[in-house]
């Protein structure tokens, strides 16, 4: 059962995520690396989406896990776009690489807040991210 410890240590570890993105842009003067803490939060979307789709369709009353497979591989491609971008653009020269770590592991801790949350807060212990 979640507590107000673990609310505290989520809030905690959110905002040193987006602290981590946003000196990663500011201390370098280049506000590329803000593009990563938008993929991270966009994406639990999909999964939300989808899942509300999820169920028994007009041809089938069957379970239809179509949309559910589908939120996964589009939270699964926009994650790894968040991951992906600030090596590219490090790789590119467009961000330093000290740059490229910390929006790196500002938007691991962001995203990783979101999945704690929906572990410790789901009404079943399937809902998560």
Request: aromatic fraction near 12%; include cysteine; proline fraction near 3%.
């Amino acid at each position: 059962m979640a507590g107000i410890k673990t609310i505290i240590f989520l809030s905690i570890s959110l905002a040193l995520g987006f602290l981590l993105v946003i000196l990663s842009c500011a201390l370098f003067s280049n506000w590329l690396p803000l593009l990563v803490a938008l993929l991270y939060v966009l994406a639990p979307l999909p999964n939300t989406i989808c899942a509300r789709c999820a169920g028994a369709d007009d041809f089938s009353a069957d379970y239809n896990s179509a949309y559910v497979d589908f939120g996964n591989w589009l939270t699964s491609t926009t994650v790894v776009s968040g991951i992906a971008l600030p090596l590219v653009l490090a790789h590119a020269g467009v961000i330093r690489v000290a740059a490229c770590i910390m929006s790196s592991l500002g938007g691991a801790l962001v995203y990783g807040t979101m999945l704690t949350y929906a572990g410790f807060f789901s009404e079943s212990g399937d809902d998560a991210f």
